[in-house]
């Protein structure tokens, strides 16, 4: 039995920064984080392109060099969020060979008490809209759909999906989940402007995610090259606020 949660959404994470970490980044372009921050090596591996430096040839000294992965791949949990927008969402539920199709109204629904707290002084964000599969959880034995259980958020008025477990499992460590607590497969999902997210983001984390989605700041010369103003990247201090 397979679970699939699809729709649009967004993802945003935060990582404190040292004072010496933040000195150095503290004044690169967005264009210099957006190179560093999607680690082309692997993004783009085999793929020629001529407008983005990879991470390598960024030359970035070891000792300010603070992602070790994707921007999202964050260790620590509680600094991430991500959520699909419950009212354009669908789930796709695999039994027994056959896919059916199931909305949120469809099933059981609880407001999450989660709140995201930023007591970070200086610190780095990323942000990014994305439509998609944001879960997808696999289990070994059939579990009937009425003990799904859809955790939500309501921000500025619009529902979110932050979770997707069953009754039974709430307080367990889902051993089922093929991914091992891993909801992120960002390569299920493409980059989509949605203003929405960002403002709902920005709102709930109390961090200014905000940027012009439509501004070409990557390659003003090429009409249709915006598509990348889906995701940004900014480094905060709070002490300038």
């Not at 010496?20 to 591996?45: E, G, H, R």
């Not at 990879?54 to 999202?72: A, C, G, H, M």
């Not at 796709?92 to 002084?121: G, Q, W």
């Amino acid at each position: 039995m397979e679970i699939f949660l699809h729709g649009p959404g967004g993802l945003m994470t935060t990582y404190s920064l040292t004072e010496q970490v933040y000195d150095y980044w503290k004044d690169k372009s967005s264009k210099f984080l957006f190179d560093y921050s999607w680690d082309l090596d692997v993004v783009w591996k085999d793929h020629n392109n001529k407008h983005h430096d990879n991470r390598t040839k960024l030359q970035i000294p070891e000792k300010v060099d603070f992602l070790s992965d994707y921007w999202s791949s964050n260790p620590d949990n509680k600094r991430t969020v991500n959520f699909c927008d419950y009212n354009n969402s669908v789930l796709f539920v695999e039994l027994d060979n056959k896919v059916s199709m199931h909305y949120p109204d469809e099933l059981a629904s609880i407001e999450s008490e989660r709140e995201y707290t930023c007591e970070l002084k200086t610190f780095y964000s990323g942000v990014s809209c994305e439509i998609g599969n944001w879960q997808h959880k696999k289990y070994k034995k059939f579990i009937p759909l009425e003990h799904l259980i859809l955790y939500t958020k309501k921000i500025n008025g619009r529902k979110y999906i932050i979770d997707v477990v069953f009754r039974d499992m709430i307080h367990e460590k889902e051993d089922y989940n093929m991914y091992q607590e891993v909801a992120l497969d960002w390569y299920y999902r493409l980059h989509v402007r949605n203003k929405q997210v960002i403002e709902d983001l920005s709102m709930f984390t109390n961090i200014d995610l905000s940027f012009d989605l439509n501004s070409k700041i990557f390659l003003p010369a090429e009409e249709d090259y915006d598509i990348l103003n889906t995701s940004n990247f900014k480094i905060h201090n709070n002490d300038n606020s």
